[in-house]
């Protein structure tokens, strides 16, 4: 391989990585959030990710919305959907041991996935072409206007969270529940509903990420959510979780790797790297990349 | 009265000892009956993952008990009747399915799974009960020829060709057909059939004077190919064979033409789903073709009849399920009739004497490992639409 033609090879990879990337990173956005208020790796979260997929699929389909419409409507559904699984799953054993909330959150995540099995059959289904794929060819370097539309929606998502995490009173509460969640009851901050927002706001925009899936690869089925979901996992931890920046870096860092693997070495080592990177960061630096080192409360 | 209750007795002691496997002769008839329907067993997949295959299987098990029964049945007017038992799409199942079909239903003879690994699941009831069992679509090696030993089974049979035979077809149409000199494999790492076509592509392509250039593999459930798609591109083959299913050989294939590669792009059977259009694209499926078992264009008369009486009773097109369901059901009859009794060792002795039988999915003769020497046709997507390239003959 020349110079000229290993140096268009990369740049494609990161394109495809990047795209790639900011679906990793919209997901691991709720993860963190969550784990940051409440300290709960919540693994329902990838089956959120699915049911807004279906959620938009059926906007599509029935209630015959484009685009727009139906992402909005899908991010609504999965954020009611967050605030009853809090409430009924996690709010009850909130003064529980954290090992028992982790068990209920794989508990519910496979209630989702076998639950929806039994709604929607475990046949994968087509989304509808809502948003047609234009394919841009810049020299050679082939974009397409899904991943752009992909790139476009996570962005602004994600300056919109940062916009509500730092300048609403809602976010201010978020923030002061994260640091001390005694302290800001004592305050006066009403903490379970704040722990709603949080999933709520969390599961919008795993549900836009499952929308967005939909529409750029075509097939949503009800285990959709798995593999995704520890993607970004791994994505959170390797910006460092419960930081919000550091979600977004960790999910387009991994896209990148990916590619990169699949790229330039083998295809069948995808998935390893993204693991290997997991236990790497815990080995050298388990706060994440964008984490300090600070001691736990006790 | 008294009699009757004996043999009530009987058969709940007999089910009793079912596990202990003691059921070879139980009923207390040592000869066959002379007399009455005659049962014919289909174990398939009703339900799980795998249902719209075995719901089109037994539809073509059906039609042909139908249209037999219609000209008088077998055997000087005895009546045919297909007992289907659910497998559920599951190896284990499938072998609780074909002991209950042999012991309880007693079928002299029986259809079985779609899938591989259910008919070996099953086979040693099969070989214990003395009860044939013919796969419409088993394509695996292993599934009548016992891998420890390598003895063939003697009471397993298929109505279709094997792997490496679909394999080769593939090689020679792209070399001699599509003139390829080059080839990329991009492999479903999780399928032992998919990794079987591509180690048979890759000789054949070989054999033929054809290089593979890159070989790469996926995992059945993932959803982003654009990475090593990207790779296969740079390294510029001719075309590009993707063994696997449906699912997500439509996905390789969208990707594969939003990044540009232009090329044919080759599969197998297991693309033959109305799925796959809606996933890639019908205009993304241009220039990709297929190996498959039969093609309802085809307009030989065996499948321009077996269409129209499928679409009759059924109000659709029949797959190539249907149509090799249906043929190995009438292998069935026509092992029934020449054995000239309901004796399951007769009727597979008759069976493995099958030769030149007219299929709907071709003439069909079995070989000395119970696969059926037949041939194969290739189906090219045009707009969404398969349409009958051309035929293979092995």
């Known amino acids: 391989m020349d110079a000229s033609s290993f140096l268009h090879q990369l740049v494609q990879q990161l394109i495809n990585g990047i795209s790639l990337g900011s679906i990793y990173a919209l997901v691991a956005l709720g993860y963190t959030m969550v784990y940051g208020i409440i300290k709960l790796i919540n693994f329902a979260h990838g089956d959120i990710y699915m049911l807004g997929a279906y959620a938009g699929f059926f906007a599509t389909t029935i209630l015959k919305l484009s685009f727009l419409p139906a992402l909005v409507f899908a991010m609504v559904v999965a954020a009611v959907a967050g605030i009853i699984i809090e409430r009924l799953a996690y709010r009850p054993l909130r003064n529980a041991p954290r090992i028992a909330v982790l068990i209920t959150a794989i508990g519910v995540s496979l209630l989702l996935e076998y639950g929806m099995m039994l709604f929607v059959t475990p046949q994968p289904r087509t989304f509808p072409a809502v948003f047609s794929a234009t394919v841009y060819n810049f020299g050679g370097l082939i974009v397409n206007s899904q991943q752009v539309l992909i790139l476009v929606t996570a962005v602004f998502l994600m300056v919109t969270l940062t916009y509500i995490v730092q300048k609403t009173m809602v976010g201010k509460a978020m923030r002061a529940v994260s640091y001390d969640m005694d302290a800001a009851r004592l305050m006066g901050i009403d903490v379970d509903k704040v722990i709603s927002y949080t999933f709520a706001l969390g599961s919008a925009l795993a549900a836009a990420a499952g929308v967005l899936v939909g529409v750029y690869y075509n097939s949503i089925d009800p285990l959709m959510g798995i593999m995704p979901g520890l993607k970004a996992f791994v994505a959170a931890v390797l910006g460092g979780i419960g930081i919000l920046p550091g979600a977004m870096l960790g999910g387009v860092l991994l896209g990148v790797v990916e590619a990169m693997v699949s790229g330039f070495f083998s295809s069948t080592f995808r998935d390893a790297a993204a693991f290997a990177i997991l236990i790497i960061i815990l080995l050298f630096r388990p706060s994440g990349l964008l984490g300090k080192n600070i001691r736990e409360k006790v | ?394």
């Open chain 2, 1 to 394: 009265m008294f009699k009757a209750n004996a043999k009530k007795w009987f058969s709940i002691i007999c089910a009793g000892t079912l596990m202990a496997g003691l059921l070879a002769g139980c009923g207390g008839e040592k000869k066959p009956a002379t007399s009455g329907t005659i049962k014919i067993g289909a174990n398939l997949e009703m339900t799980g993952g795998n249902a719209t295959f075995g719901k089109s299987a037994s539809n073509g098990a059906k039609l042909a008990l139908k249209e037999v029964n219609e000209k008088g049945g077998v055997l000087g007017g005895r009546k045919l009747e297909l007992v289907v038992a659910d497998n559920k799409s599951e190896a284990a199942e499938a072998a609780n399915a074909m002991q209950k079909l042999a012991t309880q239903d007693k079928v002299v003879a029986a259809i079985a799974p779609i899938a591989s690994s259910s008919v070996m699941a099953g086979a040693a009831v099969n070989q214990s009960a003395k009860i044939l069992a013919i796969s419409p679509t088993a394509s695996n090696p292993a599934v009548t020829v016992d891998p420890a030993t390598n003895k063939v089974r003697d009471f397993l049979f298929r109505a279709t060709f094997i792997d490496p035979f679909q394999g080769s077809v593939m090689a020679s149409f792209a070399t001699a057909d599509l003139k390829a000199k080059t080839a990329a494999i991009y492999v479903d790492n999780s399928s032992d059939y998919a990794k079987g076509l591509a180690k048979f592509f890759r000789a054949g392509f070989e054999k033929q004077g054809g290089k593979i250039v890159i070989e790469e593999a996926y995992l059945q459930k993932d959803t982003d190919f654009k990475a090593t798609l990207t790779k296969m591109k740079a390294s510029n083959p001719d075309v590009i064979f993707v063994p696997g299913y449906y699912q997500e050989v439509g996905m390789i294939v969208k990707q594969a033409r939003e990044l540009g590669l232009t090329v044919p792009i080759l599969g197998a059977d297991g693309w033959d789903s109305a799925k796959l259009p809606e996933i890639a694209g019908a205009s993304a499926l241009n220039n990709t073709y297929f190996s498959n078992h039969y093609s309802p264009d085809d307009n030989s008369p065996a499948v321009k009849k077996f269409v129209e009486a499928y679409k009759k009773e059924y109000n659709e097109m029949p797959d190539a399920f249907a149509a090799l369901s249906y043929d190995a059901t009438m292998m069935i009859v026509n092992a029934i009739t020449k054995a000239n009794s309901t004796d399951t060792v007769k009727i597979k002795d008759e069976m493995a004497k099958t030769k030149d039988f007219p299929g709907v999915s071709g003439s069909i003769t079995l070989n000395e490992t119970h696969d059926a020497v037949k041939s194969a046709v290739i189906i090219e997507m045009k707009d969404g639409k398969q349409v009958f390239n051309k035929k293979v003959n092995p």
